[in-house]
């Protein structure tokens, strides 16, 4: 039998405030079925709430529909029924105020652009056709990189970016679009730790700014010390709540079907896996190529 192995993850998050107001949600998302053209439905009566000014984590084992339930928040597959609302608006009436980070499978890097001109897509929301850049687009841009320390890239094709690099350029062009409800799709697969605690404390700058971010990642050791809430999801919304109260043993050997512990260890949580897959350990556990 194989020896569980670990994986520490140290917290990148500050405490909220004291004063901070758990009972605003900046996205509610109520009885969402979803799927694709003849085949089962991907999620079914799915319920959540992402409070303002908190990191949420959504986490699941592939297939379980973080891709889909993203897409179906945002009207980029039609739900067969249920809502999802932003700032008490259908998102579709809302979208000025929201911004998603695909994965980087999604995006053609062949494109000839710019890592500049990647980020300033993000202000597309509010740009007006036939208008150019402001100079109020640009410096969103630009700060935008320098949050995730690309600026020096900006006029690099963004085709010769590692992976790393495109991450970091995706979450960039999320930043830059002001909005103040994240939807980010594996922003840290590809990343090692220090660029992903880097990146930790970038959206927790953005969560003390009153921004709402809902994280979908297979890293359980990040959602376990990094995020305020957690979203175990297969297909159904397993559980949700505090990250402490929601990543036991039983919620998590629920969500990813095989038996997963997590151990308190003064600090962090550190998330023990005991399984015979060491490709499903190194998926679970996180890490990745470097920044």
């Given at each position: 039998?194989r020896e569980?192995?670990?994986?520490?993850?140290?917290?990148?998050?500050?405490?909220?405030?004291?004063?901070?107001?758990?009972?605003?949600?900046?996205?509610?998302?109520?009885?969402?079925?979803?799927?694709?053209?003849?085949?089962?439905?991907?999620?079914?009566?799915?319920?959540?709430?992402?409070?303002?000014?908190?990191?949420?984590?959504?986490?699941?084992p592939n297939?379980?529909?973080?891709?889909?339930?993203?897409?179906?928040?945002?009207?980029?597959?039609?739900?067969?029924?249920?809502?999802?609302?932003?700032?008490?608006?259908?998102?579709?009436?809302?979208?000025?105020?929201?911004?998603?980070?695909?994965?980087?499978?999604?995006?053609?890097?062949?494109?000839?652009?710019?890592?500049?001109?990647?980020?300033?897509?993000?202000?597309?929301?509010?740009?007006?056709?036939?208008?150019?850049?402001?100079?109020?687009?640009?410096?969103?841009?630009?700060?935008?990189?320098?949050?995730?320390?690309?600026?020096?890239?900006?006029?690099?094709?963004?085709?010769?970016?590692?992976?790393?690099?495109?991450?970091?350029?995706?979450?960039?062009?999320?930043?830059?679009?002001?909005?103040?409800?994240?939807?980010?799709?594996?922003?840290?697969?590809?990343?090692?730790?220090?660029?992903?605690?880097?990146?930790?404390?970038?959206?927790?700058?953005?969560?003390?700014?009153?921004?709402?971010?809902?994280?979908?990642?297979?890293?359980?050791?990040?959602?376990?010390?990094?995020?305020?809430?957690?979203?175990?999801?297969?297909?159904?919304?397993?559980?949700?709540?505090?990250?402490?109260?929601v990543l036991?043993?039983?919620?998590?050997?629920?969500?990813?079907?095989?038996?997963?512990?997590?151990?308190?260890?003064?600090?962090?949580?550190?998330?023990?896996?005991?399984?015979?897959?060491?490709?499903?350990?190194?998926?679970?556990?996180?890490?990745?190529?470097?920044?």
């Amino acid at each position: 039998m194989r020896e569980p192995i670990s994986a520490l993850h140290v917290p990148a998050r500050e405490p909220l405030a004291p004063e901070h107001a758990h009972g605003q949600f900046a996205l509610v998302v109520r009885d969402l079925t979803a799927g694709y053209d003849r085949q089962p439905p991907a999620i079914e009566g799915i319920n959540l709430r992402v409070p303002i000014g908190e990191i949420v984590g959504l986490i699941g084992p592939n297939g379980a529909g973080k891709s889909t339930l993203f897409k179906a928040i945002l009207g980029l597959i039609r739900p067969t029924r249920g809502e999802a609302l932003a700032f008490g608006r259908p998102v579709a009436k809302a979208r000025d105020q929201v911004a998603y980070m695909p994965q980087i499978e999604e995006v053609d890097w062949a494109f000839p652009v710019s890592v500049l001109d990647v980020v300033l897509m993000g202000r597309y929301g509010r740009f007006r056709p036939f208008a150019r850049w402001t100079r109020g687009d640009r410096e969103a841009a630009l700060d935008a990189l320098a949050r995730v320390q690309l600026e020096r890239f900006a006029h690099r094709q963004v085709g010769q970016l590692s992976g790393g690099q495109r991450r970091r350029v995706l979450m960039a062009r999320a930043i830059a679009r002001g909005a103040r409800l994240l939807l980010l799709d594996e922003p840290f697969a590809g990343l090692d730790a220090a660029v992903q605690h880097d990146l930790i404390q970038i959206l927790d700058q953005l969560a003390h700014e009153g921004t709402a971010i809902l994280v979908a990642t297979h890293d359980l050791s990040c959602v376990a010390n990094s995020c305020d809430e957690a979203i175990c999801l297969n297909r159904r919304v397993i559980a949700q709540g505090p990250s402490a109260d929601v990543l036991t043993a039983e919620v998590l050997t629920e969500t990813f079907q095989r038996h997963l512990l997590a151990v308190p260890r003064q600090d962090t949580l550190r998330v023990v896996v005991d399984g015979p897959a060491e490709r499903n350990e190194r998926g679970l556990l996180g890490g990745g190529e470097g920044g």
